[in-house]
């Protein structure tokens, strides 16, 4: 029978401890997540340094061993800047986990692509901005093929790879099977398009299909003139698209929650759960 490959962003069931995060996990069902250490164990790299193929192995066999897959090894870090010093930095820090990618029992690391500046900026919908990321990108794609590892970029509102159109012409260009895509409907999503939001989730499925990694999932209304991120269910985002998709062509691939938590987790995972084996 084929299942819903729900997981969740770890960092958003709080800083538990590690056995406490695994129970949490499975009182959910939840069969995968999307890990960035930095965000649920802090204490355990306060710097990059730290990090090491122990540490790495430690979790990746935790989880392994709990029946935790770790879908995509979070990696939050701005690989357009303009600043070169801090691009140089992001890259570095992103190389390190492809490095550590298989310690972790992960083969997809992520990341959005940022910004060119100091958070968001027009400038970001321009085409110098697409090249910087696009530069990143290549650069990280060649190093993960060393590794047989996959690099999954998001595309974001505000970001140098803002749609499905820039996420499909990334993947052509690079033309690697090193670069997936990582897709959330809900970053594709602004005022001007909110009222076409089942198109634009059907023609970013339409284009990208085949290079979709992994899912992201959350909902979003608009309150007060502004899109406002909201837990799974509660928002306007009609998610029939997503999960026919998830059951009709691509099984099993992992879906992670996101910006959903505490309490309205269970009736999220409910909600999704219930239309998918509907449709």
Not at 87 to 103: G, M, N, P, V, Y
Not at 213 to 220: E, F, T, Y
């Amino acid at each position: 029978m084929l299942t819903l490959n729900l997981g969740i962003r770890a960092h958003d069931l709080g800083q538990l401890s590690l056995a406490e995060l695994c129970k949490q996990l499975k009182d959910y069902q939840f069969t995968n997540i999307q890990f960035a250490i930095k965000k649920s164990f802090p204490e355990y790299v306060p710097s990059l340094q730290s990090l090491s193929p122990g540490i790495a192995s430690f979790f990746g066999d935790y989880f392994a061993n709990n029946g935790i897959k770790i879908s995509t090894l979070g990696c939050y870090v701005n690989i357009s800047s303009r600043d070169l010093a801090v691009r140089k930095e992001a890259l570095e820090s992103f190389k390190t986990h492809i490095q550590l990618a298989r310690d972790f029992r992960a083969s997809l690391v992520g990341t959005e692509t940022g910004s060119v500046g100091e958070g968001f900026t027009p400038e970001n919908f321009t085409e110098e901005a697409y090249q910087i990321a696009r530069s990143s990108v290549l650069e990280l794609v060649e190093y993960a093929e060393h590794f047989g590892v996959t690099i999954g970029i998001e595309a974001g509102l505000n970001h140098p790879l803002y749609s499905a159109a820039l996420a499909k012409r990334l993947v052509d260009e690079v033309q690697s099977p090193h670069l997936k895509i990582i897709l959330d409907g809900a970053n594709l999503i602004n005022l001007d398009n909110v009222s076409e939001s089942d198109f634009i989730l059907n023609e970013a499925l339409d284009l990208l299909h085949e290079h979709i990694a992994m899912i992201h999932l959350k909902d979003l209304t608009v309150n007060k003139g502004q899109i406002e991120i909201v837990p799974v269910g509660k928002g306007m985002l009609n998610f029939e698209p997503i999960l026919a998709y998830l059951k009709d062509n691509r099984p099993f691939l992992h879906a992670t929650l996101e910006e959903t938590q505490g309490e309205a987790i269970r009736p999220a995972i409910d909600y999704l759960k219930e239309m998918y084996y509907r449709l």
